[in-house]
């Protein structure tokens, strides 16, 4: 009788014990995913300086002025995005945009417009690696939500899947190295 009491208790104290740390593991998650997400947005709101000061440069020295009226544009897209898909969508009109200003840019390029394009590049830089850390950690995150546990707490606490922030692209090259789309 004491026997089947003690693994009963041990029973109860692991479910309790997997409980809180599966519990706890979902709080870690959020948390990280919420940093990792203010880190994009930061990085977003660099890059968006950045092309400002680069349609700044491009306007004080009249260059690519039909281009230029599109990368503002595109600007405003991305601006107004509120999803990760829809940043994506934006961003590559962004891109596509940029290309066109690039195009029509002469090969000997003066110091103030090489300065906006370096700014441009750094900036672009620091989002991809905000975007990519961002997307690890949604992947590790979607993945606790095969587990029945998590699903099971991530419901309590009102917590679900998160989305991806994959540019047109890269959602083959991306589940290529992460595994299958949860999705």
Known sequence: MSIAIIVILALFVWIGYS???????LSRGEERLEEAWRRVEEALTS???ALRGFCSTLASLGLVPEGRRRLEEA?????RAASPAAL????ERLKIALREVYGGLPRTRPPALKQAQNALAEAEDELEFARRRYNELVMDWNELFLRRTYRYLARRKGLSRRELYLLP???EAFSRHRGPSLY
């Open 19 to 25: 409980g809180w740390r599966a519990s706890r593991r």
């Open 47 to 49: 890059r968006e300086q």
């Open 75 to 79: 600007l405003g897209e991305v601006s």
């Open 88 to 91: 994506a969508e934006a961003d």
């Open 169 to 171: 692209g890269e959602e």
